[in-house]
């Protein structure tokens, strides 16, 4: 079975839990064992927000997850980044693990978004999909859901014309248009 | 079946909406049928945070589910309250319902906390817990759990005392019914 990791940094955002759970529901149903790696307070967030586990099985503490960690250990990154404590986990993990990788960044605020966004492609070759979000975490989900498809089906081009809003890219920027 | 209903206001603090699922898990698991009324953006990250609905079943809109409000409707009222909005809401309901009902208080600065609560106080004879939470659910969490145990057992004296942070209940509004 392949894995997949997700990491959690510290919970600025009220769409952070929501949609790491997501995530890893999304995950686990295109056949990943995932498990999520997270700092104390996320970590608390995700127990009180999963508390009979129905989504999250296996969560670790991102710190002594990393120290055990080894090339080969997990066959899909996905990094929460929404603080530069989280652009470093997630290059950090990249780097080490060197598998398929993608950064779903968010913030409020679009200039820490694009510097977030900057901050993940100047030191990886991940792929990165990002949306302002907060409160509302409409616009980050759609991104996800496309992203995620990606690794279901890597060459969405011939009929999944219908439900692609700004398709085409492979590449760092999901984005340009839309939401928020 | 007994009824509980749950107010959430806009979230703002990223505990609300892993506190509103797992107050949801604990009220149903004591026996009540559960709603949770919300905002728009509140709603959304509920069904992120819980896509296969394994935790909450029955969501609605807080501005529609209060026009059709009557008192009888609901035997517990648990409101969210982290903004004045909130408040607000949680009187209305409180003064329609007028049943069994409890303020969970919530802010990460302690004077917006106080202010909250002395709002709700002014204004119902509600219980009231509170707790400092923005990023570790864990305070407000364990004031929930006392505060929803006495539910169950109203008269909670004997060797209740031992994580008794700084219990003494103002005003002992939460007991008097057992849920039959």
Redesign the interface.
């Known amino acids: 079975m392949k894995k997949a990791i997700i990491l959690l940094g ?10 790491a ?2 995530a890893t ?2 995950l686990t149903g295109i056949g990943y064992q995932v498990t999520v790696a997270s700092t104390p ?1 996320a970590k ?3 127990e ?5 586990e ?2 999250v099985q296996n969560k670790t503490d991102i710190e002594s997850c990393l120290d055990g960690l080894e090339e080969g250990d997990y066959d899909f990154l996905l990094g929460f980044v929404a603080k530069d404590a989280a652009v470093s986990y997630f290059v950090t993990f990249y780097h080490i693990l060197n598998t398929q990788s993608l950064a779903l960044v968010f913030h409020r605020d679009q200039e820490k978004l694009e510097h977030f966004e900057n901050a993940v492609r100047e030191s990886t070759q991940a792929d990165i999909t990002s949306a302002r979000a907060y ?4 616009p980050l ?1 759609v991104r996800l859901d496309r992203a995620l498809d990606k690794l279901i089906d890597p060459e969405p081009n011939k009929q999944d014309k219908k439900d692609n809003v700004d398709e085409p890219e492979k590449n760092p920027k999901l984005d340009e248009q839309e939401d928020s």
């Open positions: 510290c919970p600025e955002s009220p769409s952070q839990t929501p949609l759970i997501y529901q999304k307070s608390k967030l995700l009180v927000s999963d508390p009979k129905h989504y409160h509302n975490p409409t989900r």
